[in-house]
């Protein structure tokens, strides 16, 4: 299709698309608020537990499962968004993710638990994932970045929401029913959102001053596939490490607070709530921080702050509360910047026509990093006897993070303008 000048009536929403566009952004953000409920499943535990006779162990496997799922399904995903249209595969994954919390809602055991939750409502979110960033990237050609960094906002503050609201319903109506609630509230609202979405035409770009960089953009040159670019395998070990050091660190924020610290149980779990605001704020800035400065300099950036928290958290003595937060903050920080990082630096490093597919080919380092960084942490003080020796491993993880963006993700790597 031939390239779409700015004067083309092209609308969205109704309105020119250079100023409907910007409507896409809290939308996608809605979806991703939905999707990220994932991430709240620990409200549901307790009940289960109780309801069900079992333990911890079993009722953190419709989580962990899910985690794999999400993590699986994007690549394949992926190369089914631009074949399919974003419309199409919005709605299939907002169906699947309904199905699986609904069917959790009247699941017998834990075993059907973990099938509804974790295999289908997983695949749910791993569907449907990658949509709204696809689609604001399209969008957006000379700031996607902020775009997509401000659109995935969405996932990483979606406990801070949702996980008040289901423990509120749980209280009112009990976990069932507030299963099967999510399942069908989350339903129709991505399928309204999904409604609204599509690409714009090949070529479009907005009329503004930008444009001219956006036009430069398609003309670049790439490599013909992912997998003979150096610079994906830089980017890839970059992500597993950014997402392993961070999920290491999530899954243990309230217990070093309760046993370094000796914070008090209910004030190291509501400090998180103010971890996850680092955790979402983090996001548009590194998405913008990708757009505007080398690739290598961000990841540097993104790495040294943890060796600054690991540090800190090395030689942090019981009521080091300021100690304690600050380390965890660029913690949560650093995990949120990352997952705006890789999917910018994919935009940035490969053909941006072909990123939902590439997107989901970086994406499966997340969930090696998730897999590896949720059990990590808990082995390591199971093994030594505290969770302060966990920060040597994140810290000598995050120099060999910095080497690696050093020798990888240099422009010399990727085609850059």
Aim: with cysteine; proline share 6%; net charge positive.
């Amino acid at each position: 299709m031939a390239a779409t000048s700015h004067s083309s009536p092209l609308t969205l929403f109704g309105l020119p698309a250079e100023r409907g566009r910007w409507l896409l952004i809290p939308l996608g953000i809605v979806v991703l608020l939905c999707l990220g409920t994932v991430y709240a499943w620990s409200i549901f535990r307790k009940p289960l537990e109780l309801e069900l006779g079992i333990g911890a162990t079993e009722s953190l496997l419709p989580y962990t499962v899910a985690l794999v799922f999400y993590a699986g399904l994007m690549p394949v995903a992926g190369f089914y968004i631009p074949r399919w249209g974003p419309r199409l595969v919005m709605t299939l994954g907002g169906l699947v993710l309904g199905a699986g919390y609904v069917l959790a809602s009247i699941a017998p055991h834990i075993g059907a638990i973990t099938l509804a939750y974790g295999v289908i409502a997983g695949t749910g979110v791993g569907i449907a994932y990658g949509v709204p960033m696809a689609v604001v990237a399209r969008w957006f050609p000379e700031r996607k970045g902020l775009a997509v960094g401000s659109t995935i906002i969405g996932f990483g503050l979606s406990p801070l929401i949702t996980a008040p609201l289901a423990n509120s319903l749980i209280e009112a109506f009990g976990a069932r029913l507030t299963l099967r609630i999510f399942g069908l509230v989350f339903t129709a609202i991505i399928l309204a959102i999904a409604t609204t979405l599509r690409f714009p035409p090949q070529g479009w770009h907005p009329s503004s001053a930008n444009s001219l960089q956006a036009q430069a953009m398609v003309n670049r040159s790439y490599p013909t596939h992912l997998l003979t670019s150096r610079a994906f395998y830089g980017l890839w070990i970059c992500y597993a490490i950014g997402a392993l050091v961070g999920l290491s660190a999530i899954g243990i924020s309230s217990p070093v607070g309760e046993e370094i610290i000796r914070l008090d149980p209910t004030v190291a779990a509501s400090s998180v709530a103010l971890f996850a605001i680092f955790n979402g704020l983090s996001r548009p800035l590194f998405g913008w921080l990708s757009d505007r400065y080398r690739p290598h300099y961000v990841a540097i950036a993104s790495y040294s702050l943890i060796v600054v928290a690991c540090i800190l958290m090395l030689h942090a003595q019981t009521g080091q509360v300021v100690t304690y937060l600050v380390a965890f903050c660029l913690f949560w920080f650093c995990l949120g910047g990352w997952l705006a990082m890789a999917p910018t630096l994919t935009l940035r490093m490969f053909n941006p026509d072909q990123y939902a597919q590439n997107y989901g080919l970086v994406f499966t380092a997340y969930g090696v990093g998730a897999l590896v960084g949720t059990l990590s942490a808990g082995q390591i003080r199971d093994w030594l006897g505290s969770y302060t020796y966990a920060f040597y491993p994140m810290m000598g993880l995050a120099v060999v993070g910095i080497g690696v963006a050093m020798a990888f993700l240099k422009p010399d790597t990727y085609p850059h303008r």
